[in-house]
């Protein structure tokens, strides 16, 4: 990934000046009133009350767009703002990067396969990939199809994103080196490589290439025009400009992975994306073309693999919202952001996919396209943090927390040391206890923040330490172990006079007695 190459200066000068003229923002942020999906004149659901919410909870993002499906029609599609540089709005046939929407896409064509006969999804990986390995060789031998199509491998979580592009083939291959965690089948583990695997597996199936096989038995069955599994071709046919939040600030950003394509780098548009819901809908029918039978289809969506209080099945996860049942999948590309939400019991599915992302505004397309789904059953939808109101906040309680302890520092110099007696409670309390839990708090935050959460994400500790989380992480951290450090310096400094007189007051002693 392109590193980030922005000014101190720059970013400082935006965030002051996005703290003072947003902080009314955040001062009206709980008086904001939900949003509710009136009935229209015709009884159905008030799509223009449901663009305005979305506008609303996405605000700050530069481009995004929204479809609507219900049965077996596309009863709402809609473009928001501009997808490049040159101003272009969006329309509802905007590519985008759809992230890990790509996933169930992949499983689609894993299992159009699978119903021709041509594999089996229980049978070990190695039969239709013989050089496919681990670094353990029973567990290379173990690993199924099915375990790869739901998280279950034992594949750990995706590998970091800021290596250099190679292929899917390359990458597949280097698993050869990957200790499992776990024995094959016994721990869910959200991992790209599951997915990459499963691309290579469709292309020694079939006979074709990845993306030719796609465009064949998926994109054009499903009359899916602006999708590519290709970035020339989803550039050349208007693929939408990326951008990495930074502290409120859009950063363009060009990190297409092509050897992660059948994982999370298959580029669509919300109306081809509305057609492909559609047929997940109908059992596996679009426009009276079969592309899966309604059998395999509810195979897909049947969770087999818990993850907390949700499963994931074959590409996709299996949850309520609000106590709604759905079946959903989300998706992250480090500059795109999309989650696509299918509601069986009404026949409602919901598309919504914005060229933007970062991990305090990530939530905003997700919780967003909750609240749609709200709005088609009738119900009123939360309010919703937008990017804009978030980094409002995120902004502010970075200069709060930087600004805390630049006033302690300044503080604790100001004042003077003051002789003190060098008890054992004094020296725990005064010289190891401010350093110790600042130090514990650090290594706390700092390895949950880059170690585990970065790793869930595929994100290096390099990587994350150039997001605006990482950043401000590391920054306050350093402060708080300055911090604790001067006040052990300190401490230290006041209690060593009378701890060492004693000491040096023994030989005049001993002289004065003799004489």
């Known amino acids: 990934m392109r590193r980030l190459s922005i000014s101190a200066s720059h970013i400082f000068k935006s965030i002051i000046r996005r703290t003072v003229l947003l902080i009314p923002a955040v001062i009206c942020l709980a008086g904001v009133a939900p949003s509710t999906a009136a009935a229209s004149s015709g009884g159905g659901p008030d799509f223009a009350a449901i663009d305005s919410y979305v506008s609303k909870s996405l605000a700050g993002t530069l481009g995004f767009a929204l479809s609507i499906v219900h049965g077996d029609q596309v009863v709402h599609a809609k473009g928001f703002g501009v997808a490049d540089a040159n101003g272009s709005p969006v329309t509802a046939d905007t590519p985008f990067v759809l992230g890990s929407e790509s996933k169930p896409i992949t499983a689609l064509g894993i299992?159009?396969?699978?119903?021709?006969?041509?594999?089996?999804?229980?049978?070990?990986?190695?039969?239709?990939?013989?050089?496919?390995?681990?670094?353990?060789?029973?567990?290379?031998?173990?690993?199924?199809?099915?375990?790869?199509?739901?998280?279950?491998?034992?594949?750990?979580?995706?590998?970091?994103?800021?290596?250099?592009?190679?292929?899917?083939?390359?990458?597949?291959r280097d698993l050869a080196n990957v200790m499992l965690p776990a024995a094959p089948g016994r721990l869910y583990q959200y991992s790209n490589s599951n997915y990459d695997a499963l691309g290579l597996v469709i292309e020694t199936v079939s006979g074709q290439s990845y993306a030719d096989y796609m465009q064949e038995h998926v994109f054009a069955p499903l009359g899916m025009t602006h999708t590519y599994a290709s970035e020339a071709q989803a550039k050349h046919n208007g693929l939408a400009t990326g951008h990495q939040w930074w502290f409120g600030l859009p950063i363009t950003l060009d990190n297409y992975r092509s050897d992660y394509i059948p994982a999370g780098w298959i580029v669509s548009s919300a109306a081809d994306m509305s057609h492909y819901l559609i047929a997940q809908l109908n059992g596996g029918?679009?426009?009276?073309?079969?592309?899966?039978?309604?059998?395999?289809?509810?195979?897909?969506?049947?969770?087999?693999?818990?993850?907390?209080?949700?499963?994931?099945?074959?590409?996709?996860?299996?949850?309520?919202?609000?106590?709604?049942?759905?079946?959903?999948?989300?998706?992250?590309?480090?500059?795109?952001h999309t989650d696509m939400i299918l509601v069986p019991g009404t026949g409602w599915g919901v598309e919504l996919i914005a060229?933007?992302?970062?991990?305090?505004?990530?939530?905003?397309?997700?919780?967003?396209?909750?609240?749609?789904?709200?709005?088609?059953?009738?119900?009123?939808?939360?309010?919703?943090?937008?990017?804009?109101?978030?980094?409002?906040?995120?902004?502010?309680?970075?200069?709060?927390?930087?600004?805390?302890?630049?006033?302690?520092?300044?503080?604790?110099?100001?004042?003077?040391?003051?002789?003190?007696r060098a008890t054992s409670v004094r020296i725990l309390r005064y010289m190891i206890a401010p350093l110790a839990w600042r130090l514990a708090l650090a290594i706390a935050a700092l390895g949950f923040t880059f170690?585990?959460?970065?790793?869930?994400?595929?994100?290096?500790?390099?990587?994350?330490?150039?997001?605006?989380?990482?950043?401000?992480?590391?920054?306050?951290?350093?402060?708080?172990?300055?911090?604790?450090?001067?006040?052990?310096?300190?401490?230290?400094?006041?209690?060593?006079?009378?701890?060492?007189?004693?000491?040096?007051?023994?030989?005049?002693?001993?002289?004065?007695?003799?004489?």
């Open 285 to 336: 029918s679009y426009a009276g073309v079969q592309v899966l039978s309604a059998q395999g289809i509810a195979e897909m969506h049947r969770g087999d693999a818990k993850d907390g209080n949700r499963s994931f099945g074959l590409g996709w996860y299996d949850d309520t919202v609000s106590g709604i049942p759905v079946v959903f999948k989300d998706g992250e590309a480090v500059t795109f």
């Open 451 to 515: 170690v585990i959460f970065g790793g869930m994400l595929g994100i290096s500790p390099g990587l994350m330490a150039e997001t605006d989380v990482g950043s401000s992480l590391i920054v306050v951290s350093v402060l708080m172990l300055v911090n604790g450090g001067l006040r052990t310096a300190r401490a230290y400094l006041s209690i060593r006079p009378r701890s060492i007189a004693p000491v040096a007051a023994v030989p005049a002693a001993l002289q004065e007695a003799a004489s």
């Open 355 to 420: 060229g933007s992302s970062s991990l305090p505004a990530a939530n905003s397309i997700n919780a967003t396209a909750e609240g749609v789904v709200l709005m088609l059953a009738g119900r009123t939808a939360p309010f919703t943090l937008s990017p804009l109101s978030t980094y409002v906040v995120f902004d502010l309680l970075v200069i709060a927390l930087v600004g805390f302890q630049l006033w302690s520092l300044i503080r604790i110099l100001r004042k003077p040391v003051q002789p003190a």
């Open 111 to 172: 299992m159009q396969l699978k119903e021709s006969g041509a594999l089996d999804l229980d049978m070990p990986v190695q039969r239709y990939l013989p050089w496919f390995r681990v670094a353990d060789p029973g567990y290379s031998a173990q690993i199924t199809i099915r375990q790869l199509l739901n998280q279950t491998s034992g594949l750990p979580p995706s590998a970091p994103f800021e290596t250099s592009v190679t292929s899917v083939e390359s990458r597949v």
